[in-house]
């Protein structure tokens, strides 16, 4: 699992949108500074109507302050036109929410010790 989400994060991979999270699977995720979306209730990646071809933006990430933050996603399919979904940020304690505005565990450890 931590290697799923070090692959993920080597990959340029910035989010994940899932129906649901092993714990451990969530929380490697964070730590590599990828952030676990979770589809709101009845939302599915076939009700998106999701092919793997479109371009999806994550909007209010910089201003997350808390944990289980609602963000809304664009998805914008190949013809142009765009479509915004709600989704949850799996982010469950404040200090995994520090972890992934640092970029990941190991960017945070680091710039506490240079801090010093």
Known sequence: RDWA????????????????????????????GVLPLRFQQGDSQEKWALTGYEKISVNGIATMTEPNATLTVTVEFLDGHTVEHEVIARIETQNELVYYQNGGIFHYVLRGMAAH
């Open 5 to 32: 989400a070090k692959g993920a994060n080597l990959l340029g991979v910035k989010a994940v949108i899932a129906e649901s999270f092993e714990r451990i699977h969530r929380s490697n995720l964070i730590g590599m």
